[in-house]
């Protein structure tokens, strides 16, 4: 119970769970690259928080769709905010200088995507032919709601 001397249903926190999960990237091929990844959350409720990095050896061929795995499923109505912290190396090169790197986490899944956006806002999916180098450093961090 928080905050309180008595004990009441309102002031329960009973759903809380850390841990580590194993957040690879991957597209709807099955294609993976050379890869280690390691995931952190804190889940209280139905609020989840992860911070996660993704370090490649070189990435696979392969034009599918990219996705990032999350420790729990998304919400129907409620994306959260995903966002990119540390790029390196050669681990994602966008097509132009005009773009920008974003998280799109998608609704009643696991997954979260990696989009490239322009000032227009037109954004497209990430691929290993298209997006990902030969080594280097990913990382991300962010909050969202599970069922």
């Known amino acids: 119970y928080l905050g309180v001397t008595s004990a009441t249903a309102a002031n329960l ?3 809380y769970e850390e841990g580590t999960y194993t957040g690879t990237i991957n597209d709807s091929s099955g294609a993976s690259g050379s ?3 390691v995931g952190h959350y804190v889940k209280i409720g139905n609020h989840v928080t ?7 050896g070189g990435a696979t061929s392969g034009s599918s769709n ?6 729990f499923t998304v919400k ?15 681990a994602i090169a966008l097509t132009s200088d005009d773009k920008t790197l974003h998280l ?6 696991s997954l979260i995507y990696p989009v490239e956006t322009d000032f227009s806002g037109t954004h497209t999916h990430l ?17 969202y709601i599970t069922n």
């Open 50 to 56: 992860v911070h996660g990095q993704v370090s490649f």
């Open 35 to 37: 890869q280690t990844a």
């Open 76 to 90: 129907s109505d409620a994306r959260g905010g995903i966002c990119v912290g540390l790029v390196t190396g050669g």
């Open 104 to 109: 799109v986490a998608e609704l009643n899944s």
């Open 127 to 143: 691929t290993f032919d298209s997006h990902y180098g030969s080594g280097g450093i990913f990382s991300y961090s962010g909050s």
């Open 66 to 71: 990219t996705s990032i795995t999350l420790p």
């Open 13 to 15: 926190l009973d759903d």
